[in-house]
């Protein structure tokens, strides 16, 4: 079985940081795609950032220049650095991944999610 933990979300005031990380463990023979999703109430589940196993990412408009995604193979984790927060960064955030177990199959999992508060 495979589990996405994600720890680090919180509450900061507009402007500052936050760093999230997302550590998948279990039966893992590899991992291709990591991604960061958010949703904020009342609003659909929209992507943030992904993450090739190669290192190639792609960021949301919203987010460009603010946040910085990363990830750590050796320890199966993705990292979402995020500065300069804004109110409207206030969200869910969720951790996805496509992970295999054996050379034969793919699936994708989610996180559980962990809450970033934005506020004065």
Request: net charge positive.
């Amino acid at each position: 079985q495979v589990q996405l933990v994600e720890s680090g979300g919180g509450l900061v005031q507009p402007g500052g940081s936050l760093k999230l990380s997302c550590a998948a463990s279990g039966s893992i023979f590899s991992i291709s795609i990591m991604n960061w999703y958010r949703q904020a109430p009342g609003k659909p589940r929209e992507l943030v950032a992904r993450i090739t196993n190669g290192g190639s990412t792609d960021y949301a408009d919203s987010v460009k220049g603010r946040f910085t995604i990363s990830r750590d193979n050796a320890k199966n984790t993705v990292y979402l650095q995020m500065n300069s927060l804004k109110p409207e960064d206030t969200a869910v955030y969720y951790c996805n991944a496509d992970i295999r177990s054996s050379p034969y199959n793919s699936k994708n999992y989610w996180g559980q999610g962990t809450q970033v508060t934005v506020s004065s």
